[in-house]
């Protein structure tokens, strides 16, 4: 997998490289389907241009045809086909903004929009693995933030750059053309200019990338404290978070603050000396004026293509900041979009056996350790097998491997040797949406989205029916509390589900899990957030839910295991014990030992 930016508990530390403007071929992928509202907004773009360029000729003609008629009559004509010709020339130039502007704006919003959507959709493919190292929070910064300073480029600074460049090259030539020994002099001096300007460009790319970094520290740490808030109110931490965040955004004020103080030094300097070297050549005008050498329109051109140069080049010095600020967004958005998960589909798929009763289950020789713990195995020589329809239970201490041996199933991680096998076709030879789609889960912590009860519901089956859902929550025993909700069930639950407790969300978890109907049930703690009454009702439920299907049950609370098929007891990623439950505690191993203190045996 590719690395990706480090999360905010160590970005800060981590020394930043500079942001280069070659990042932005990053785009090119983006940009290519629109190839032809490209080439119309440069179109647009190079006639709004030329239409400013022709101005000053315009205003010449003016000057010096436009009063030498010595009849007033004439002069009177001839000023008015000038200035019908200056209305023209304003006209025209008025047509070929508007375009570019509706052009260039379009393409922004449409870049920055496939962008952000490529960016979610490539992190939603990402294994456990990658969130191992990246903060969710540094992942939003992205892609908003990022997101937007592309957008302003995209949209609005790399047209207004473009423009400027080619009307700063134009009157740059029409001056050099018009007033050639002049204007090598002014250009020998501008020479001058390239040396200071690149050292700061390169100064203002490295702020520009550590500007960036440093605002996604602040959204790391709040995506994470605000995911928290009831441990961190029950702590009293309120002051203590306050702190730490206020740290983050001083730090990232800071770093902008730097940005923007070398930005403008750079700009100041650009226009103070471009201004200079101009003025040098329009101070050599005027002589030439005085001394008969050239007409007053003539100089009045030049006055006009000088303002036009000028006005460019600032322009472009406000736009090249802009440039490296997108050039340094882009580089973060294209580490995400290089970032590859080591869970991989075979390129020769083979389709998932169907059954009837549920999955067979097989595991063989599994040895696994987590990318971020290589040296502590999960999981070693760990080999089981559940016949179609069987509950098997898997039970022992924190930290045995339980909840593993879920996360291998699913293909969250692949293990480093062994086999898994559903229906007998190795996992790792099956399309992920067809492995994951015959696996039904009941997590521990049941997730609740911001939408209705029974959109949370259909969640396990988008095509299911209200009278589906309804059936499903029946049989979870959630129908009785949802219809009590004020709106029943199209209730809005809130975030993360804070309108219902901690039991309420769990019936509707499994509601989702039996509405989905898979041949395969994986159940973790599912009723670990239940009481007594309510964890009776339940059970009951997911009994009926485990017929005519194969369940893995995880469950520290011994009671709610008795009567799996088969109890496999764990420790220490190994299995040390199987059999019923009457078995085990007859056997006097780690299972009494576990029921003893539950049961008090």
């Not at 201004?275 to 051109?301: C, D, E, N, P, R």
């Not at 291998?408 to 086999?419: A, I, K």
Request: glycine share 8%; proline share 4%; with cysteine.
């Amino acid at each position: 997998m590719a690395t990706v930016a480090p999360s905010s508990s160590t970005s800060s530390t981590t020394k930043t490289p500079p942001a280069n403007p070659r990042a932005l071929s990053g785009l090119a992928p983006f940009l290519h389907p629109y190839r032809i509202r490209i080439a119309l907004a440069v179109l647009f773009l190079l006639m709004a241009a030329l239409t400013t360029l022709a101005f000053p000729l315009a205003l010449r003609g003016l000057i010096d045809q436009g009063f030498i008629k010595a009849d007033p009559g004439e002069r009177v004509m001839a000023l008015r086909d000038h200035f019908l010709a200056l209305f023209g020339v304003g006209a025209a130039l008025g047509v070929f903004s508007a375009a570019r502007f509706y052009s260039v704006t379009w393409l922004g919003e449409r870049v920055t929009a496939d962008l952000r959507t490529a960016v979610y959709g490539h992190v939603l493919k990402q294994s456990p693995e990658f969130f191992e190292t990246t903060q969710t929070g540094e992942v939003l910064s992205r892609i908003t933030t990022d997101t937007t300073v592309v957008q302003t480029v995209v949209g609005s600074s790399l047209s207004m750059g473009l423009r400027n460049l080619v009307m700063g090259i134009g009157a740059c030539v029409m001056l050099v053309v018009t007033n050639p020994v002049v204007m090598g002099q002014v250009m020998g001096i501008l020479v001058l200019v390239v040396a200071p300007a690149l050292f700061f460009g390169r100064r203002v790319r490295k702020l520009s990338r550590a500007s960036q970094d440093r605002v996604a520290d602040t959204s790391a740490i709040a995506a994470e404290v605000l995911n928290a808030v009831p441990v961190v109110q029950s702590y009293t931490q309120e002051a203590a978070e306050d702190a730490r965040f206020r740290r983050a955004s001083e730090s990232a004020f800071d770093t902008a603050r730097k940005r923007t103080r070398v930005r403008s030094l750079l700009v100041a300097f650009i226009i103070t000396a471009t201004f200079g070297a101009l003025l040098w050549g329009l101070y050599q005008g005027t002589q030439a004026v005085l001394a008969g050498k050239i007409s007053a329109g003539h100089l009045g051109q030049t006055v006009v293509y000088v303002t036009l140069l000028v006005s460019s080049v600032a322009v472009l010095a406000e736009v090249y900041g802009d440039v490296l600020r997108a050039a340094g967004a882009t580089e973060r958005l294209v580490e995400l979009l290089n970032a590859r998960s080591p869970v991989t589909e075979s390129a020769t798929p083979v389709s998932l056996p169907s059954s009837s009763g549920g999955s067979g289950l097989s595991l063989q020789d599994i040895r696994f350790n987590y990318p971020s713990r290589p040296t502590q195995a999960a999981l070693s020589d760990f080999s089981l097998d559940v016949k179609p329809g069987e509950t098997v239970a898997l039970v022992g201490p924190s930290g045995a491997g339980k909840s593993t041996v879920f996360q291998l199933l699913l293909r969250f991680y692949d293990p480093q040797s062994g086999v898994i096998r559903l229906n007998g076709a190795p996992t790792n030879q099956l399309r992920l949406h067809d492995l994951r789609h015959a696996i039904g889960l009941v997590p521990q912590d049941s997730v609740i989205f911001s939408t209705s009860a029974m959109e949370n519901i259909r969640y396990g089956r988008p095509d299911a029916t209200d009278a589906e859902v309804m059936e499903a929550a029946k049989a979870a025993f959630a129908d009785d509390f949802i219809q009590r909700l004020p709106e029943g069930y199209d209730t809005f639950l809130g975030e993360r589900g804070v309108r219902l407790s901690g039991g309420q969300r769990q019936r509707v978890s499994i509601a989702r899990a039996i509405l989905k109907n898979p041949p395969l049930l994986l159940l973790d703690e599912a009723t670990s957030a239940l009481d007594a009454e309510s964890e009776r009702v339940v059970q009951a439920a997911l009994e009926a839910a485990m017929q005519h299907r194969t369940t893995l049950v995880i469950a520290h609370r011994l009671a709610t295991v008795q009567r799996a098929d088969r109890i496999v007891v764990m420790e220490h990623g190994r299995i040390v014990e199987q059999g019923t439950h009457a078995e085990l505690v007859a056997r006097g191993g780690l299972y009494a030992k576990l029921a003893a203190m539950q049961f008090d045996l």
